[in-house]
Structures are given as C-alpha cells and as structure tokens.
C-alpha cells in the first residue's frame, strides 16, 4: 500500500494522466507551484489512471489530502467511485473555496458532496460580493452537525446565518465567536427556536441576558462562561428544561444562591463543572449532591469559598480532573484541604492550589495516595518549602504520571536536578513524562546538554513563561469529554 509523500504523489499524477475533469486545475496548479521538482523526478515511476484503484486505495490516498484538496479530487472521479470523502474530522471552511474555485465550481462540489459535510467554520467576515459562494452551503449542506459563527456584521450575514440554520434540523453544536454586533439578539433569537442544539457555546459575552436561549431543552452541553449580565432567572429556567453534561458558568456575574442550589436540584447528570468564586453566590455545598461529577474546575477560590465546594465533594467517587486555578497565594488550612483532595482515589488530573504552605510532605502524600494520577500541577512560593526531593517523590511514586507542571520561582532546573529526575526513570518509572517549568528558572542550555538529549525516549521538558502557555500546549478539555 502506498503511504506518505509516495501516496500522495500518485494521486495527483493519477489525476494528470487520467483524470478528465478540469476542476482539478486548480488543485493540480496550487501543488506543483510547491512541489514542481519533486513530481518531475516522480511522476514517470507513479503515473497510472485512476479505473486500476479501487475503493479502499482511493480512500487512503484521499487520507493523506486537505479537505478542499479532497473535495476538488473526488469531483474527478466518476460518480460511483468514491463513497466517503468527508472524514468526521474534516472541517468544512468556505474560504479555502474563495481562495480556490470559482462559485460554479464550488456549487458543483457541494452539490456532490455537500450531503457528507458535518461541520462548517464560519468565523470569516461574509463580503457582500461573496454572499453566492456561502449561499451555497445552506442550498447543498443539509446534514451539519456543527457550525463555528461569529456574530453577523450586517443584515447580508445574518441572512446566510438564518437560511443555514434553518435548513438544518439535525443541527447539534454551535459555538459563536465573540464580536460586536447589533444584530446578536436576532442570532440568538433563531438559536433560541432551535430544539435540535445540544451543544451551545456563548462565551465571553458581556452584555447577554439569556432570554433568547432560555427555552432550549434538550442541551447537553452550555458554556455561558463570561457572560456577566446572565440573568438568574433565564439560568434556573434553563437548568429546569434540560439535562447538563458539560456546564462552564465561571465570572457569570448574576448568579446566586438560589442559581446554584437549582443547579444541584436539577443536573443529575451532570459530569464536568466549571465556576468561579466571582459569581453572586456565597453557598457552593449543594454542589455535593452532583453524584456523576468526573471534572471540577474552580477558578479564583480561596477561604471558606474554596472550602465548601471542595469538603462536599470529599470522599466523592467519580472525580477524575480536579483543577483549583487562582492567581494569588492561598495561605492557611493547607492540611484540612489536602485531606479533602487525598479522599478522592481516582483523581488522574489536579491542580494544586497556589498555597504558601506546600511542602515535601504534602507532596509524598499525594504521590501515596491518588495512584491514578496522569497530570499534575504546582506552584511553588518562596515562602513554601519544596525541594528537589520532594519532585522525586511524586516521579517515584506516581507511575502513571504523563504531565507534571512546575511554577517556581525558588528551584533552578539544573543539572543535578536533571540527573535525579533521569534516574529516578530509569530505576522505578520509564514511562515517558513531559515536565511544564518556569523558562527563567531552569539552566541555560540545559536542554541542549548530552543527558537530556539521551534521554529524550522517558523525558521532555517543555520550558514556560506564564500558565497561559501551558493552558495552550495542553487541551485537558478534550482529554476527558
């Protein structure tokens, strides 16, 4: 079977050879501008017609193209050859076609495989005089399961917005981009009338109320996170019509006491919560009754806050990603908090608070006692006492450990600290592990240093300058839903 840059140029020079369409100019021209020295050494040994392949070749070499690389090339086929071209994965992005095609040919495209697409990326500006190509998609695209918008700038988007929606009854996820727009509420309006939504993803917007979207009852998943203005009636009304999933409510404003008790009453079902103690509501214990909670994320928690939601979920059976994120030092009661996370045993994912007071001896007791953790993450003050032994401890012990984020400004990654971590892995632990450390903290070249490079099959080491950095590397999210 062909694989890999053999694979790929067989097909384009199956299309020169064989291929009759001329759509594939297109696709034919951007590729050899790229590659025109490798196909002329090439093309002699890989020129064949595309009547000798069959299905299964056909499907594997398309594996290796672009969507809209894919799209142009199974045009050229006859109609009965290629069944499958559009993988679940595929994103759909109608400026690749701008760039590309023409609107008739993007027309003869969609009109072939338009019924395959299941997710469309709309986050582009629509120019007026561009209004043909995506007017297409809701004439051809009938089975979307997805959509990326951002708010319509003007009556033309909205318009497109509204046709495709409304030509998607199967229409599950929906994520808006943030933008200024006068014409939100007529956005969220249609959304609103929309039963099929499982999936809807508000974030970051200031200024919404949630009265257009408080009549949806079949969500899954809603993240309304930022929305500072939600109001608390339009939440209870929302948790009361559906069965939550997924819920991310961090820094919505409004919302109290009685939202959050709703909120425990209601989402049985609920497994992955997200908040934040900047929220109206000063009671978090009912989050307790939340019996199916694998993921609890809490940002800006400290004090009795941070103390109430974590002791009702001591002992809890289901938490696997536990993640306490602040920006400022939590000082005090580290041992009381320390025995609430230690009772939760299948915990694979955690982030320690910024507490003043971690010390070794915290550290060998999360290593002894959560076995199943795969990703954790510290923060080491300068009034903690931390050392290097206390590292080693939790490599030692934590066999399962694939990612371990350090923020310290009071231990250098040095090489000493380096030979340590490497025996350590050889001796007790060789799985690889990749190691999250402050960029001004570690030795300089010691990346490029003979050990490490040896190494590089148990150990990577990824230096960082703000945690923003490492929330980009690292997609928990996806990990766990």
């Not at 997924?246 to 919302?255: M, Q, R, T």
């Not at 080491?380 to 590292?391: A, E, M, Q, R, S």
């Not at 003979?450 to 703000?466: C, E, M």
Request: aromatic share 8%; hydrophobic share 40%; proline share 2%.
């Amino acid at each position: 079977m062909l694989r890999g840059y053999s694979a790929v140029t067989a097909v384009y020079g199956s299309v020169l050879t064989g291929g009759k369409c001329g759509l594939c100019s297109a696709l034919i021209s951007s590729y050899l501008a790229i590659n025109k020295t490798k196909m002329n050494k090439k093309l002699e040994i890989n020129q064949t017609t595309l009547s000798v392949l069959n299905y299964d070749c056909l499907q594997h070499l398309l594996s290796f193209l672009p969507l809209i690389d894919k799209l142009i090339f199974a045009h050229c086929l006859v109609n009965d050859r290629v069944l499958e071209v559009v993988s679940k994965k595929d994103t759909f992005c109608m400026k690749d076609c701008l760039e590309r095609l023409s609107v008739d040919e993007t027309k003869l495209i969609l009109r072939r495989f338009g019924c395959q697409i299941k997710h469309v990326c709309l986050h582009e500006i629509v120019p007026s005089e561009k209004k043909d190509y995506y007017e297409l998609i809701a004439t051809h695209c009938h089975s979307l399961e997805a959509i990326e918008l951002h708010y319509p700038n003007s009556e033309c988007e909205l318009e497109i917005f509204r046709k495709i929606l409304s030509a998607n009854n199967s229409l599950e996820s929906i994520w808006i981009e943030r933008t200024l727009s006068e014409f939100r509420d007529e956005l969220l309006a249609i959304i609103g009338n929309m039963q099929s939504i499982k999936n809807l993803y508000l974030s970051d917007l200031n200024d919404i109320t949630g009265a257009q979207i408080s009549q949806l009852t079949n969500l899954v998943e809603l993240d309304i996170s930022c929305c500072k203005l939600f109001d608390v009636d339009n939440f209870i009304k929302l948790m009361n019509g559906n069965n939550l999933k997924f819920l991310n409510i961090a820094y919505c404003g409004l919302l109290n006491d009685d939202a959050i008790q709703t909120l425990a009453d209601t989402q049985q079902e609920l497994e992955h919560l997200i908040i934040s103690t900047t929220i109206c509501a000063h009671n978090f214990k009912p989050i307790g009754q939340l019996k199916k909670l694998k993921e609890f994320v809490l940002y800006d928690f400290k004090g009795y806050k941070l103390m109430d939601a974590i002791e009702e979920i001591k002992n809890h059976p289901s938490i696997e990603v536990l993640k306490i994120i602040n920006d400022f030092p939590y000082c005090g009661a580290t041992g009381i908090l320390l025995d609430y996370i230690l009772s939760l045993k299948n915990l694979k994912v955690l982030f320690f608070p910024d507490d003043e007071d971690l010390n070794d001896k915290n550290l060998r007791a999360l290593a002894l006692n959560i076995p199943a953790l795969k990703k954790l993450r510290i923060r080491i003050d300068d009034g903690g006492n931390v050392t290097y032994d206390g590292l080693i401890e939790v490599i030692r012990n934590l066999e399962h450990l694939q990612e371990f984020q350090i923020w310290t400004s009071t231990i250098t990654f040095d090489s000493e600290l380096l030979q340590q971590i490497i025996d350590t892995k050889i001796e007790a632990n060789p799985q690889p592990l990749k190691i999250y450390w402050a960029a001004y903290t570690m030795e300089e070249d010691i990346l490029n240093s003979q050990l490490y490079l040896d190494n590089l099959d148990i150990l990577k080491v990824i230096p960082v300058n703000r945690w923003d950095d490492v929330e980009k590397l690292i997609h928990w999210e996806d990990a766990f839903r």
